[in-house]
């Protein structure tokens, strides 16, 4: 895991912090992947034959209009979807303190998101195998939050339990 500088207060404890597993993040929705794929090969076949037809013909130019955004929209729900995933997993960090959890998530930016562990208050679960699992938390005062792809969450998940017990 790259080392992570997380923006501690003063008297904060680091209590865990992880990243998700590469090939679970990457791969998660690899069934829109796999169909996006297939459209983007059909739609390239069309576009193909359609460039053909407009060089033979001169004419019926608008004709390509259709497939030209076939082929960039299923690239971008196939390949171009696993490729911007990958791409992005190399920035997404986690942490938890014993006040906030802090979440990395953005490609292009280096900016840190913090959630109060005193406005947490429920989990739900996602399992991908025994110890693979994506975490959907729930604060008060702010839309849901998803941890993809925790290898090993355990130590996070006693951490979560306490928070609920506490309040």
Known sequence: MKNCEWPLRDNEQLLWQGRPAPRCYVFRHWLHALLGTVLFLASSFWL???IHLVRTQNQYVWLLAIPVLLVVGSFMIGPGQIL???LR???IAYALT???LLVRNRLFSRRISSYSRNDFYRFKRKRYGKNLLSLRLF???SRPLTLECLEHPELLLSHLVKSQRAR
Do not use: I, S, Y
Request: charge should be neutral; charged fraction near 25%.
């Open 84 to 86: 911007l995933a990958r």
């Open 139 to 141: 604060f008060h005062n």
């Open 98 to 100: 014993d006040q906030r």
């Open 48 to 50: 193909m034959v359609g």
């Open 89 to 91: 997993w190399e920035q």
